[in-house]
């Protein structure tokens, strides 16, 4: 098994990892000047929570066309112009709080612009990582590392944030987050992502979301993902909330204690990146999962009823294992399970659901303490995780991987007719002829076939039987252009579609060969 720490070997990840921890350590101090501030100012539990909600909740609103743009146009450009947008916001909430003009609702919209940022950021940024190491092996480590990568952050970000604002105001540490973008900029500008090798022209904005759609939509593996995401984040999200409301109401802390208590989550996220590889040696992603939300709602119970500081940033230590273990495992599923020519917008779509998880979890969770208090919200918040982790195992998430490989199996079409790129929509007909013994088993394997052509780019799919041959069977799907069928050709299609493919084909009589036909629109106004 590869070594947690391997990908930190090769330069370029370790570059922008670096500068990402950074960027993150500045985010954070960010976050927890922008909570301080509004606790001074209102000492409203509900409004702390909705910097988490303003945060995360752009990427409900811009995460899904983040994903489908990454997969579109050039990465790295995406990249420089989401910290761009991010470096400016920053430093304008900085000169604003230094002329004292900053109130809570100006902290909340700059937040707000500050998500916006990150929803544009994160497809692309997680979308590059398999690019950025030496083997497939190495996701699982890639990603258990960007989990470490935040919650050290967490861990250093807060506590220097605490002592800055201490020091010099929430200014200073608006001011430091803007400066540290500028390290990711710079971290950027060495890397050169890999050459485009697709010779057809890029997708447009809405046929791209639609395709990530259907794909998502038809990949059974994804679906589960974002189920057990579902499950988990929502609730986890009562941690992050609720925490700085605790550490001033609860444990009487200030704003350094506050630091320290997110500096022992941190800390025990290291320790998870670390145990995680021994712990799959033994446990299943799918019990593994279960795990760690039972663990995190144990810590969430400590929170609600423990008085004494120490003890309760000991228990942290925990929660922070629990979180980068979960995340670690449904992240590097994402990485593995979607192919290159979509991995953004699926990427995208389990942001988007992490995120506004994170969003809608931080209001209810922040609305319910205000509502019956504290202690109140984080038992709730509590059974409501053990429950959903147990409930996820019934989602299974198999640990066989895929063969995601790009796979150019399909033979250009021989056309005497010259479609567009537009021209549509295309039918396309495949005859199979099947032995009466194995006609049970083809029917089954073809279900398979189905969801490939489905996930590919196809609006329909469909078999049909010859009531006068019965050993004649008729695929159909209809593809919404000739441009989108061209793309199925040229790269859509994995080593995982070639496999199921040749199952189904297997249980062909070899006397008769598949034929497949093209059928193209016999009226310009068909469409």
Known sequence: MESPWAPLRLRVFRTLWLAQFVSNVGSWMQTVGAQWLITQQSGSAGLVALV??????????LG??????????????LL??????MLTASGLLAVLTALGLMNSSGVLALTFVLGCGTALMNPAWQAIQPDLVA??????????LGGVNMNVARAVGPALGGLVVALAGTATVFAVNAASFLVTLTALSTWRPPAATSHLAAERMLPAIRAGYRYVRHAPRIRRTLGRSLLYVPCAAALWALLPVAANQQLGLGVGGYGLLLAAVG????????????????????VTLAAGGVLLAMTLVVLAVVRIAWVVGVV??????AWVGVLSILNAQMQVTAPEWVRARSLAVYLTIFQGGLAIGA???????????LRGALLVAATVLVISSLAGLYLSLPDTALDRSPSMHWPTPVMILEPSASTGPVLVTVEYRVPADRADAFTDAMGDVGRSRLRTGALHWDLFRDGSQPDTYLEVFEVASWEEHERQHGGRLTGYDRSVEEKARSLVDPEHPFKVSHYLPARPDSR
């Open 64 to 77: 899904i066309p983040a994903g489908a743009l990454a997969d579109i146009v050039d990465r790295r450009r």
């Open 316 to 321: 942290l230590m925990f929660s922070g294992l």
């Open 267 to 286: 800390a025990g996220a290291v320790l998870g990146a670390v145990l995680l590889p021994k712990v799959r040696r033994h446990w299943s992603s799918n």
């Open 363 to 373: 209001a209810v969770w922040g609305g319910l303490a205000d509502g019956i208090g």
């Open 80 to 85: 420089v112009c989401a910290q761009v947008l």
């Open 135 to 144: 083997t497939r092996d190495q996701i699982p480590a890639a990603a258990a």
């Open 52 to 61: 988490q909600t303003a945060a995360s909740l752009p990427v409900l609103l």
